[in-house]
């Protein structure tokens, strides 16, 4: 994920510190990064929805930050799986999983499941949150899951 944005009216501007930015220039961000056919917006309706929807359109140009990886290193420790928490054989997310397991790119997963990038990205950050697996990301962009390890909650 791009961490730096140039802003023609902000100038640079960090993803960390989009929560320092105030409302009335968050809109002028929002409107440079929002996806294409999106109308612009001339005001929030709160602060909340100012961050959440500059956010929302960064993660949309640029990626989605929540599935932290680096390249040849693991996700933070696989959480431990909930008992309820099972994947329904043959779901999407199950056929993601499968083909992550080998080790496959972003677009592979987008094209196997008929997601786009944002959903295949936030379904990894649910196998590993919600269903306990690790990630791990190879410099040419494939990324494996890893399966949890311990006793179910």
């Known amino acids: 994920m791009n961490e730096e944005f140039v802003s023609p009216s902000l100038g640079l501007v960090k ?3 989009i929560q320092t930015i105030p409302p009335t220039q968050l809109v ?5 990064l929002r996806p294409e056919g999106t109308p612009p917006v001339a005001e929030f309706h ?3 929805d100012a961050y959440a929807r500059t956010k929302r359109a960064w993660h949309s140009r640029f990626g989605c ?3 932290r ?3 040849g290193e693991e996700d933070v420790a696989p959480r431990v799986r909930s008992k309820n928490h099972k ?3 043959g779901s999407k997310r199950s056929k993601l999983a499968q083909i992550l397991e080998r080790g496959a790119t972003i677009e592979e997963g987008m094209e196997a499941t008929g997601w786009d990038r944002r959903n295949v990205q936030c379904n990894m950050h649910v196998l590993v949150h919600r269903y ?4 791990r990301c190879e410099e040419d962009g ?4 890893t399966p949890f390890s311990g006793e179910a909650e």
């Open 15 to 17: 993803y960390a510190d």
């Open 28 to 32: 002028h961000l929002y409107n440079e």
């Open 46 to 48: 709160g602060l909340l």
């Open 65 to 67: 930050p929540d599935v």
């Open 69 to 71: 990886i680096k390249v």
């Open 87 to 89: 994947m329904r054989p």
């Open 132 to 135: 306990g697996f690790g990630l």
């Open 142 to 145: 494939r990324v494996f899951i």
